[in-house]
């Protein structure tokens, strides 16, 4: 799942001001989605710095989930020790 697509599925922006962001990175390339979404004031930096931290934790448990399908439990630990702080698990 995208960043864009997270924060409309948590409702944090709509899909029409999602869809808008996208249109203007579009015109330059340089933008980052969130610098827009900022910029159209739909979000504050502070909230959306909080949202994209939520939005990688969910991905480093998404990931670390999955590799533990592959990798044995030692090679998973060492992997959650690296990316998860030990106090939050």
Known sequence: MKIGEYLVKEKHITED???EALVIQKRDKNMLLG???VKMKKLTKDDLEK???VYLNMY???VLNETSQWLGQDEVDKL???FID???T
């Open 80 to 82: 959650r020790s690296q």
């Open 51 to 53: 949202y994209i931290e």
């Open 35 to 37: 610098e827009i979404i």
């Open 60 to 62: 480093k448990k998404s």
């Open 86 to 88: 030990p106090e939050t």
């Open 17 to 19: 001001v999602l869809q």
